[in-house]
């Protein structure tokens, strides 16, 4: 249940919206697990492709995916 000052309405949009953020957090980690298995040369070349298998898998000695996943798990069970 929700707090009583929130009106049904908003609870219901709340929870559509939290749940679609949830979805799409579930959707990245799926995308970035299969493209750690992929050589440099499959992963393409489109620039946004490419930065954030950047960010990910080269910065900070790979240690962002293993973050990423921590902070998703950390919304999914706060949502």
Do not use: H
Not at 3 to 27: H, N, Q, R, T, Y
Not at 39 to 51: D, H, K
């Amino acid at each position: 249940t929700m707090w009583d000052a929130v009106p049904k309405v908003w609870s219901v949009v709340l929870f559509f919206g939290l749940m679609s953020v949830v979805g799409m957090l579930e959707g990245m980690q799926i995308a970035f697990f299969a493209m750690a298995k992929m050589s440099e040369e499959e992963r393409g070349n489109n620039s946004w492709a490419l930065r954030t298998c950047d960010i990910l898998y080269n910065r900070r000695n790979g240690m962002n995916l293993p973050g990423f996943m921590i902070g998703r798990q950390l919304c999914v069970v706060s949502c």
